[in-house]
Structure formats: structure tokens, C-alpha cells
């Protein structure tokens, strides 16, 4: 399967009030897994419609549904992430906190 990334620069941002300073600093990222190879029969259970190897074995019915799952340029999985961090400062205290937002489109297909 091959993978292609694409990564927003990380962004910031300062603030003061009084004596506190707060920073926030924000990133963003966009990826998508494909498969990139056409399926192998020799990795497909033959009740699935796969074949057997030279010496009469096959792949097992209970893992090869990634397999069959996707053909060649199916998108897998496209995930967007967002990471935020916020630190605030006052004297010698500080308080830090990350927030995390993730969504992945991931492509579910029957096998049949």
C-alpha cells in the first residue's frame, strides 16, 4: 500500500495580558493510504477465490479481508488532523493543555 502526506506549516500565535503570556500554536494535517498493488491470489483463501500455493496451501479465510477487501487504487484510509497546544505563563507557573481533533474517512468495502 503506499501513502502520500500533506502537512500544514504548524502556525502561532502570542498574547499577553498583564503578567500572563499565552501561546497557542496550531497544526494541521491531511494523509491517504491506497493500495498500490493488484491483489495476489496467492494471499486469497480459495473459498474466497483465491489459489494455492506450489505445495497446496492458501491463504486463511480469517485474514485475507484486507486483501479482498481493496482493489488496486482503492483509497484506504484518508485521515485529517488537527493538534492545537496552549501554554500559559505567570511568574514561575505555567499551565499547559493539547487538544487533538482526528477524522479519518477510512473506505470500508463487503467482500464478496
Not at 51 to 61: R, V
Request: with cysteine; proline share 3%.
Amino acid at each position: 500500500m503506499g501513502t502520500a502526506m500533506a502537512v500544514q506549516p504548524a502556525s502561532a500565535a502570542d498574547f499577553k495580558f498583564g503578567d500572563v503570556s499565552l501561546s497557542i500554536d496550531s497544526i494541521a494535517s491531511v494523509g491517504m493510504t491506497l493500495r498500490a498493488s493488484k491483489q495476489d491470489c496467492m494471499y486469497i483463501a480459495v473459498v474466497n477465490g483465491g489459489c494455492p500455493d506450489g505445495i497446496g496451501q492458501s491463504a486463511n479465510i480469517n485474514t485475507d479481508d484486507g486483501n479482498i477487501n481493496f482493489d488496486q487504487w482503492d483509497v484506504v484510509s484518508a485521515p485529517v488532523k488537527i493538534v492545537t497546544d496552549f501554554e500559559a505563563r505567570w511568574e514561575n507557573w505555567g499551565a499547559f493543555a493539547r487538544v487533538r481533533a482526528y477524522y479519518d474517512h477510512a473506505i470500508y468495502h463487503e467482500a464478496g
